[in-house]
């Protein structure tokens, strides 16, 4: 195996644990691959400004990959690496499925706040809101722009997988569709991944995808997983992830995370 030099890490369900906490221990695991030359990435569907919070809880500059790879920032830079917008009349269409079949719909602007056209209990769900601002707007229609970097949509898991299959065909070709949860459908621009842009950000640190570690617990990190040289499911991953990972971890969440970076990282040190 390749001595790894980057680490790239999901956020919820993944690096954190049931209470969206970052334990101690997974901290000073971070800090420990840190100080070992490791480069740490957070790779996340989450908007930026809710990705830097738990990335400035490290004692390090950590680069963060958002929403789902169509945003690349280094933290504490305000001018991306790399962003992604969905195409104009894409979006306009979305916004006449969803207002036709009475979907929650949530979009970002280029100041990274949620914006919907109506606040309501499915909004207050999302970490996002209770970390970045939110624009309620009404009806989507009166705005002249919508410049997105991601839309998602909210609903049960059961109508979440019909609703996939149909717009995947609906869309196909103009979307990159996705789950975080079983409850949340994101979409991207095609070519849009995880996978690809921690691909774009590696290149530029002069790193091979064999000299990556990369662990997650869903659907968005399925590319992502399967990409590096060291893919890492989480014990609570779904099935499709795990199937798709190198190592599935005995331990859930952020204590996987800890084992994976001493199983793969710090294996020399302990």
């Not at 059961?158 to 299959?165: C, G, T």
Request: aromatic share 8%; proline share 3%.
């Amino acid at each position: 195996m390749h001595k790894i030099k980057l680490a790239a890490f999901d956020i919820d369900d993944t690096l954190l644990n049931k209470e969206n906490e970052l334990p101690e221990l997974t901290l000073l695991a971070l800090q420990k691959a840190h100080k070992s030359g490791v480069i740490i990435t957070l790779v996340s569907g989450r908007a930026y400004p809710s990705a830097y919070k738990i990335a400035q809880k490290l004692s390090f500059n950590v680069p963060i990959i958002c929403y789902n790879g169509a945003v690349i920032k280094e933290a504490d830079i305000s001018t991306p690496i790399f962003i992604s917008y969905l195409e104009q009349n894409t979006v306009r269409q979305m916004v006449d499925y969803c207002h036709k079949y009475g979907l929650y719909l949530q979009m970002y602007d280029e100041q990274d706040n949620i914006v919907v056209e109506k606040i309501n209990e499915k909004t207050l769900a999302d970490p996002d809101y209770y970390n970045t601002g939110c624009r309620e707007v009404g009806d989507f229609n009166k705005l002249q722009e919508i410049k997105t970097p991601k839309m998602m949509i909210f609903d049960t898991p059961d109508n979440i997988l019909s609703l996939q299959k149909k717009l995947q065909q609906l869309f196909y070709g103009r979307l990159y569709f996705t789950k975080s949860k079983n409850h949340l459908l994101e979409m991207m621009a095609p070519g849009v991944n995880k996978a690809v842009s921690l691909a774009r950000f590696a290149e530029g640190r002069h790193c091979s995808a064999e000299e990556i570690m990369a662990c997650g617990d869903n659907a968005n990190d399925i590319e992502m997983v399967k990409w590096a040289g060291v893919g890492v499911a989480v014990a609570n991953a779904t099935p499709e992830l795990k199937a798709a990972a190198d190592y599935v971890c005995e331990y859930e969440r952020s204590e996987g995370v800890v084992e994976a970076i001493e199983k793969f990282i710090l294996i020399n040190e302990i």
